[in-house]
């Protein structure tokens, strides 16, 4: 049996996966399904990454140890996925035992092929990618050019890998291989990269020691990404089981974000030629997601636990419309708007109607799948276009054009919908005479609907089995039974309630609610707007009274003079800091628009500006003399 080994990548522990993250999972499950399908001995692998800095510094955060911080998060990975019925055979953490020694054996082997060597490395790291970039790759000169944050300057003595041996060769292997990278523009994007020749790479790290030994070195851990790349082969037994190794390897194919494109492309790629493995077949890598229009992060409240929406909508629904919306390999937006205008559209309308009507009708005229007679016009259009469909649908599945081939099958509804229209079936079922041209109509809908079902099986599991289950026929039906002509006469065929709810968009609650990016500038990232900084009215003053306010010992009563804007009573928390007598001509600067408030019964017209530790205060003024009242901007 021929087999197919899907990846996804191993997520980093530190945060669980939201909607945009899930959607590489979501999509490896579509592909491992379908290959199931076909009749494939599939092999699916997800994961964790666990080590690193990131992981390291979270887990410190969180106040625990590595491992515990690694194990209970492992632990909510593995039910996410479960709860999304994601159907992976294995999920590897890279803080196996088995996964550690494989790596060290790996670069063992590496070492004894003369490609590791030790020397300094002088340049940045950013800790939330864990990738090393050099002054003209930095986006404004201190910003990592994949995520956008600050880097850190390194000085380390490490190990680094020949990565720039490879650059001829992997040349070579892209020129041969024209499909090794997709989409198109992407594997173009690796190409300039290998025209300008790679450079060799930094692959251990002594700061820290949250990660895997080198061998015979434990001062130095292995960098991150080298240890990551490498669950693509410890996971299915690599070195000590290589009869399962050998079944699987080399995969099919890697499903990837378009961020971590270089590190599956170029690097993993070259470390294999290093050890002497082939080569993954495909590298896909799929654009990202936005939601609702922005760009996802946890401080706009849009880093949506996935299962929200499954709940909410079912996870067929979230399922089909990552597919039909989102074009893989684009970027994309997932829009909940979108998504109750496709459930509304095409699943409760198109397809939900034609399975409704078809075995209302069936039910009440037969009860079981009827027998078919001859075939006239429209028939034939049909079946052709149903035979035309199943060879499409394996074409633009085959090479991930999932949203062409969810198209292409809802031509298919649609064209089986008209035909309803076409040979008014409900007229039939009024004359006895025509009796057998009505078995025949309702078969070839039901025939529809049973190749529908099949075929989007991968895509949307649950409706699948339930339409199957609701047309009496078996559910573990294979590609070979994407032929016309195979639903038995006879099956009992039931039509239950609908398959899909019409949502009406007025009265619905929507699971997304996100804060404006206003709200974040303010709350969350500390940045205001000069517009907002122009509401506050910063006046110089001149102190004219200064006094202890009786029974406090913090209180100063002052009274100020504001020029044009008069005189005004402060009362500020400074009589630790200062004597009254001290006060008294001092030029201090005051929010002159604040809303007047009570202290101690006396009524505070204003707030001083002062700069105050714990021990020691000092007020703000001006360097040199000016106007009481001018205003400070
Ligand atoms: O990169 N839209 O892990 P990760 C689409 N540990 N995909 C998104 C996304 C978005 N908004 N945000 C994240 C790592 N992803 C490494 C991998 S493999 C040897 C090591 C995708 O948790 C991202 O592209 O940061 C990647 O495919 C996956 O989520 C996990 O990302």
Redo the contacts with the bound molecule.
Sequence with gaps: MAKFYVT?????IN?E?????????IVADIIARYYRFLGYDVYFLTGT?EHGQKVFNAARAAGKEPQKFCDELAARFEKLWKDLKITNDNFIRTTDEHHIRTVQHFVKKMMENGDVYKGTYEGWYCIP??SYWNDDELIDGNKCPSCGRSVEKIREENYFFRLSKYTDRLLKHFEENPDFVEPEFRKNEMLRILENGLKDISISRTTFKWGVPMPDDPEHVIY??ID??I??ISAIGYPDNMDTFERYWPADVH??????NR??SLI?PAMLMSVGLPLPRKIYA?????VNGQ??SKSLGNAIDPRKLTEKYGNDAIRYYLLRDIVFGKDGDFSEDNLITRINADLANDLGNFVHRTTAMVEQNFGNVPKPGSSEGPDIQLKELAVQTVDKYHENMKNYRFTQALDRIWELVRFANKYIDLTEPWKLAKDPTKKERLGTVLYNLLETIRLVSLMISPIMPETSEEIMRRLGAPHNMKAEDLKWGVLKPGLLVKHGKPLFERIDPRKWEKVIVVKTPEEETVENVGYITIDEFKKVDLRVARVIEAEKVKNSKKLMRLKVDLGKMGERQIIAGISQHYEPQELIGKTIIVVANLKPAKLMGLESQGMLLAASTEGSLKLLTVDDEIEPGTEVS
């Excluded at 499903?255 to 971590?260: C, Q, T, V, W």
């Excluded at 799929?286 to 936005?290: A, D, I, K």
Aim: net charge negative; hydrophobic share 40%.
């Design positions: 996804t990548p191993i997520y980093y945060s996966p939201h909607i945009g993250s899930a959607y590489t999972t990454d990618c864990e991150v990404w990551a790349l669950n693509y499903l990837i974000g378009k961020e971590i590190f599956h993993w799929h654009g990202w997601l936005t760009k996802i």
